[in-house]
């Protein structure tokens, strides 16, 4: 199973941006797939997830209302709509898949792609 990230760029602040992540390959049934990010001197540290059984979503605190995360079944791709951008949610985003059926935490996901630049200028 191999991720593919997309989407990054610099944004202003209140402004928009969506992140694709293709997923190639069939990770084990009833996987999650998710987001975190990682800014400069931080953890990483969870976004947001989608379950492939039931398409029930989860976000952090700081990103809910703001933040939507969707998948395209068809297309093996998963996006995430990021709205109304801060300067804190600068930071690489990961495309992320749980095996484990673990949703929060971050260092259960064992199928991480790599990172795509969020940078949101105020």
């Known amino acids: 199973v191999q991720l593919q990230a997309s989407g990054g760029g610099l944004v202003q602040a209140g402004g928009s941006l969506r992140l694709s992540c293709i997923v190639s390959?069939?990770?084990?049934?009833?996987?999650?797939m998710g987001w975190s990010r990682q800014a400069p001197g931080n953890e990483r540290e969870f976004v947001a997830a989608i379950k492939e059984s039931d398409n029930s979503t989860f976000y952090r605190n700081s990103v809910k209302g703001r933040f939507t995360i969707s998948r395209d079944r068809a297309k093996n791709t998963v996006y995430l709509q990021m709205d109304s951008l801060k300067p804190e949610d600068t930071a690489v985003y990961y495309c992320i898949v749980s095996t484990t059926g673990y949703v929060y935490l971050v260092n259960r996901y064992d199928i991480w792609g790599r990172g795509t630049q969020v940078t949101v200028s105020s």
């Open positions: 390959g069939r990770p084990s049934s009833n996987y999650v």
